[in-house]
């Protein structure tokens, strides 16, 4: 059964240093998203992406946020510059349409 | 925004039980999807279900949308079936639509 795949697993980083994200949705996928979880709370949305471009953000995706879609198959999650507030547990998922979104494993991000 | 509460917050069963857990939301919805959040924090999948009801083995849920709630039944628990139980929703318009988590219903399965 296809899966959407994230990279790295897990990324520790230093604050002020940019990180990159990196997710494979499901090929027949044209709808993309990112979500984050800090530990021990909800899920909450990020930003959406269809046709090459945001769809939807939320007021957590400010600036320092970007996404890509820099070939057919990776979509990126670019933090510019690392806040320790911006550890968490960041989820990629996909959706052939505006149907059940499938969620990857996760990175989880640590900024010291 | 819309609300999506879920109860119980926590739950502690003995290996063999049965339960029901609830998601309450507060607007109409296009869609709702439930997931069960596995202890190495991975969020699988278990139904895309904005109305009616589905069976899976030995999980099934019902969604009734006008009433604004969905219950997802787990029968003959197993301690695999530990973990955070979320149910999200789906609201809005646009081309894409976000998914509003609720706060979850963390499950413990004792042998």
């Known amino acids: 059964e296809p899966e959407v795949t994230q990279t790295p697993s897990h990324q520790v980083t230093q604050m002020g240093q940019e990180v990159i994200l990196r997710c494979v949705p499901i090929?027949?996928?044209?709808?993309f998203y990112w979500y984050r979880q800090i530990l021990g709370q909800k899920v909450e949305f990020l930003v959406s992406f269809y046709n090459n471009e945001i769809s939807e953000k939320s007021e957590i995706f400010d600036d320092q946020f970007s996404v890509e879609r820099p070939d057919g198959s990776n979509f990126t999650l670019k933090i510019r510059s690392t806040k320790l507030e911006d550890s968490a547990m960041y989820f990629c998922?996909?959706?052939?349409?505006?149907?059940?979104?499938?969620f990857g494993p996760g990175t989880r991000l640590t900024v010291l | 925004g819309i609300q999506v509460e879920q109860s119980p917050p926590d739950l502690i069963l003995q290996e063999g039980a049965n339960s029901t857990l609830r998601c309450n939301f507060s607007d109409s919805v296009n869609n709702l999807q439930w997931f069960h959040q596995n202890p190495w924090g991975q969020l699988i999948n278990l139904f895309y279900i904005p109305s009616g009801t589905k069976q899976n083995g030995r999980l099934s849920a019902t969604t009734v949308a006008t009433e604004r709630y969905s219950l997802l039944y787990i029968s003959s628990s197993q301690t695999t079936d530990s973990g955070v139980y979320f149910c999200a929703v789906e609201y809005g318009g646009g081309a894409t639509n976000k998914l509003i988590f609720g706060t979850g219903t963390l499950l413990a399965v004792q042998p």
């Open positions: 998922a996909s959706s052939q349409d505006t149907s059940a979104q499938y």
């Open positions: 090929s027949n996928h044209l709808y």
